[in-house]
Nanobody, 126 residues
Framework: QEQLVESGGGSVQTGGSLRLSCAAS????????MAWFRQAPGEEREEVAS???????SYADSVKGRFTISKDNAIRTLYLQMDSLEPEDTAMYYC????????????????????WGQGTQVTVSS
């Protein structure tokens, strides 16, 4: 069964940090591309970071230098370390995986992945 389960969201003040985790089933973790997306109320879904099966990472300009995507193959878990958080980072964050994508580079404007988690809320207050 394909499954992605996010955790680690919460509320922090501006400048704070959070680490999101995404536990994946074996089928989904074997996907070539894994990524984190976010969506704020009334906004389009935004792809913020991606990582491919070789460990190559990619970031949206809005988070570059502040967020770090990584994964632990031993426990099939994807992470998103978020530092220097800003109120504009407030959103629901989703983990996603796709086995068919060849290019995992983050795309502005969004794209669809095959597998999605249920999301975890991140709220940053000023």
């Amino acid at each position: 069964q394909e499954q992605l389960v996010e955790s680690g969201g919460g509320s922090v003040q501006t400048g704070g940090s959070l680490r999101l985790s995404c536990a994946a089933s074996a089928n989904t973790y074997s996907s070539h591309c894994m990524a984190w997306f976010r969506q704020a109320p009334g906004e389009e879904r935004e792809e913020v970071a991606s990582i491919d099966s070789d460990g190559t990472t990619s970031y949206a300009d809005s988070v570059k230098g502040r967020f770090t995507i990584s994964k632990d193959n031993a426990i099939r878990t994807l992470y998103l370390q978020m530092d220097s958080l800003e109120p504009e980072d407030t959103a629901m964050y989703y983990c996603a995986a796709d086995a068919l994508l060849i290019d995992c580079t983050v795309v502005t404007g969004g794209r669809n992945f095959g597998y999605w988690g249920q999301g975890t809320q991140v709220t940053v207050s000023s």
